[in-house]
Every structure is written in structure tokens, then in C-alpha cells.
């Protein structure tokens, strides 16, 4: 059966993340935006009340719930503001692969941090290999009781309030992608220098920057799983879970976008009706909610597959790659529906437009989404 209602608690869930949205996000969204500002406190308050740690294990600290959950109140922040959503998504990332891979002692040390709202960040790319993640340079050598590394990571968000780092290197390069390991990395471990942060398109309140590891000792304890070679793999576990989300922030962008487009479009009067009396106002206003709809349930769909304890890796990839054209497509009609004045910082729309860009680009692209759906298709 395939039901669509949400339950009582999602429904409280869901009005929790509205209510924040509405206090603590739309009201400074702009200012964080123009100003480069990033909303460390705000994400704490998000995550003292659990709308950032729902996927946390309850003996760890968090909601302890599904994907399903994730989903529904990753659309809310996205309608917040997706700068908002990227920089208090960097944690919970960098968490998977200690909460799919890790050992014992580090979900106790770490995921509890998790929960707590320490802000951590997932460092796989740099700055010669994005989607083709052989590519990356980065490696750890061990020695006696620790590993040493070495390498330099690229855009990774949050790097510059990150207590800890989830980074992928190599432990045996000729193995390829079965030679990678993941490491926990504290961020005030000698050796560690972080890049200026990016001046990006948008989503400016978002902190991107890069980190480079000079000869940083590691102990062996936090080898995540205590196992060499298994990084490759827990590295792209961690988009099973977090590509739903993320797709669900692309989804919350563009409603934003689209409630505000219906809004203006009833208030703004040309040849004596509002806009939204002209057809083709409607319509495209139309196009953008059946388009986010379709959005909102490949996520839900992704959520669900995994929430059943299946491998959700083609769903997932569907959701983000139809999420994020979807936001482009949408914010951009947005602004069109506003003429002029959407052209400009004095409404939203510009900035969930520019916002909206990136989630073609990170957590894989819209191009390598369609690769993972091809390769899907033909190994079924
Ligand atoms: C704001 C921001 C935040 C980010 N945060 C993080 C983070 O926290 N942690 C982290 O590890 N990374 C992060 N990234 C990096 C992001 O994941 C990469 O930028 C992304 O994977 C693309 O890699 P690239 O930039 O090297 O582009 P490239 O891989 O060089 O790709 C360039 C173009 O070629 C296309 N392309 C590449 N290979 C193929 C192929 N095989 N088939 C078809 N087309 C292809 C791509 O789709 C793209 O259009 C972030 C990036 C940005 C912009």
C-alpha cells in the first residue's frame, strides 16, 4: 500500500521546523545572505530542538528516526533559505559514515557532538578531482600508532567552524577506490590550515573553504570501522542518506520561491488585473507547483526505500537530479514572475535563485546523478 498521509508526530514535526522557519530563518535570511553571515547560533537553536539531528541514534543523543522524517523537515529549512540549509547540513554529513561504518567508540565520542550541535564537515574533493573521486591525492600513512596525513580538500562546507573533519585519503593507492580510507580528524590537530572563505554565487551564509593537512598525526582510533579500504564505500553510503535531504532543501527552495511568486503575482496590477489574471502567470506558476510536487515525492520516495532498509542509490539519484534542475527552473521562473523587482536583493527570489545553483553542482552533479541512473539501469 501507498499512503501518503503523515503521521501525528510527522505532522508535529513538520510544524516544529515551520514555526523555526519562520521565527528564527526567513526573518534574518537576506542580511545573512548579503553579508556573508554564518548562522552559527541559529543552527544550534535548530539542533537543540532536534530538527538536525532526526537520523541520530536515541543512545547517541538524537531523534533516532527514519529518512522519511529527514525529508520533511529538510523541505521546511529549505523554504527557510538554502544557505541556512547547506551550512546546518554540513554535520550530519560528515556523520554518516561513522553512523553507517563507525565503531562503537566513535559514535559515543562523536555522533554524541552530533547531537549536541558541535558542527563537523564531510572533506572528500579537491582541488583536481570533484566528481571523479579516484582523483584525490590525499593520503594516510601509518605509523606505530597513528597515521600521518597529507592532502589538500576543496570547497568543503563548514571547514571554518568545524570541530572535526570526516576526511577521505588513501591508504593504498594502487587498490583504487578499494585503497581509500575514511578518517575522524579533530579540527585542532597540528598541521591544519584552512583557505579564506569562498565568495560564492549564493547561499552565502554557508561557509566554504578549503583544508589542507600538512603531516597531521592521526591516532589509529579513529580509522572509522578500525578498518583500512572501506572508505570509498562509506563515503558514498553517506549520500544514500543525505541525497533525500538535500534534494528536500532543493524542494523547500523552490515552494519558497513559488509562494512568494503566487503572492506578488495576485498584489502586482499591469493592464488592469493582476498578473496572475494574465494566463501565463498562472500557468508557470502552475508548472511550479505540479514540478515541486513530483520533486517532494521522488524525496519522499528515496526517504521511504531506505527507511525500509533497502539501497536506495537510484532513488536517491533521481530525487536530487529532478530536486535541483527543479529549483533551478522554478527560482528562475520566479524571478520572472516578479519582472524587475526580482531582479533585485529587495525580494527573496533573488536569492533563492542564486541559491538555488549549487545543488546541480555539490553532493554530485546533475551530470553524475544521470551516470549513477544509467549504471543503476543497467545492472539491473
Ligand atoms: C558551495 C559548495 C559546497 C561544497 N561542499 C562540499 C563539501 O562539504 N565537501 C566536499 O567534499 N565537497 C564539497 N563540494 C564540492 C562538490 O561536491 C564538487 O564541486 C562537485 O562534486 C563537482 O566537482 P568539481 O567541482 O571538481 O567539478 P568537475 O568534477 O570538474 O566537473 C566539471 C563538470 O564536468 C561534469 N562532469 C565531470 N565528470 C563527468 C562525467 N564522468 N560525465 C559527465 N559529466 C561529467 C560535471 O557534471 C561538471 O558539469 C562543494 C561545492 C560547492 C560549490
Not at 93 to 108: D, F, H, M, R, V
Not at 283 to 294: R, S
Not at 352 to 373: D, H, N, P, W
Request: hydrophobic share 35%; with cysteine; proline share 3%.
Amino acid at each position: 500500500m501507498v499512503d501518503f498521509r503523515l503521521s501525528e508526530e510527522q505532522k508535529m514535526l513538520q510544524q516544529l521546523a515551520r514555526d523555526f522557519v519562520d521565527e528564527e530563518i526567513i526573518p534574518n535570511a537576506s542580511k545573512w545572505d548579503l553579508e556573508s553571515i554564518y548562522p552559527l547560533e541559529a543552527i544550534k537553536n535548530a539542533s537543540d530542538i532536534g530538527l538536525l539531528t532526526v537520523k541520530i541514534p536515541e543512545k547517541y543523543g538524537g531523534g533516532g528516526m527514519g529518512s522519511i522524517e529527514d525529508v520533511i523537515i529538510s523541505e521546511e529549512i529549505g523554504r527557510g533559505d538554502p544557505g541556512f540549509a547547506t551550512a546546518a547540513g554540513s554535520t550530519i554529513l560528515a556523520s554518516y559514515p561513522i553512523i553507517t561504518g563507525g565503531t562503537e567508540e566513535q559514535k559515543e565520542k562523536y555522533l554524541s557532538k552530533t547531537a549536541n550541535g558541535v558542527i563537523a564537515s564531510y572533506c572528500v574533493t579537491e582541488p583536481n578531482a570533484g566528481s571523479d573521486v579516484r582523483g584525490i591525492k590525499t593520503e594516510a600513512v601509518r605509523d606505530g600508532d597513528e597515521y600521518i596525513i597529507n592532502g589538500s580538500k576543496m570547497w568543503i562546507t563548514g571547514a571554518g567552524h568545524a570541530e572535526w573533519f570526516f576526511v577521505l585519503a588513501y591508504t593504498n593507492k594502487k587498490a583504487g577506490y578499494n585503497g581509500m580510507s575514511g578518517f575522524i580528524i579533530d579540527a585542532d590537530s597540528e598541521g591544519i590550515e584552512l583557505g579564506k572563505k569562498e565568495m560564492n554565487m549564493g547561499q552565502r551564509c554557508s561557509d566554504t573553504r578549503s583544508v589542507t593537512f600538512t603531516d597531521v598525526r592521526v591516532p589509529i582510533e579513529n580509522l572509522i570501522g578500525g578498518r583500512e579500504n572501506d572508505g570509498w564505500i562509506n563515503a558514498m553510503k553517506a549520500f544514500d542518506h543525505s541525497r533525500p535531504a538535500i534534494s528536500s532543501h532543493a524542494v523547500g527552495n523552490a515552494r519558497g520561491a513559488m509562494e512568494e511568486a503566487l503572492k506578488y503575482s495576485k498584489e502586482r496590477e499591469t493592464m488592469g488585473k493582476p498578473i496572475f489574471n494574465h494566463q501565463s502567470i498562472s500557468f508557470m506558476i502552475a508548472d511550479m507547483a505540479t514540478k515541486i510536487e513530483a520533486a517532494r515525492l521522488l524525496c519522499w520516495k528515496a526517504a521511504s526505500v531506505l527507511d525500509n532498509g533497502n539501497r536506495n542509490t537510484l532513488e536517491a539519484a533521481h530525487a536530487k537530479r529532478f530536486a535541483a534542475d527543479t529549483c533551478m527552473e522554478v527560482t528562475t521562473d520566479a524571478v520572472q514572475v516578479f519582472g524587475g523587482y526580482g531582479y533585485s536583493e529587495e525580494y527573496p527570489v533573488a536569492r533563492r535563485m542564486r541559491g538555488a545553483k549549487v545543488y546541480q553542482i555539490f553532493e554530485g552533479t546533475s551530470q553524475i546523478q544521470r551516470l549513477i541512473i544509467s549504471r543503476e539501469l543497467s545492472s539491473k
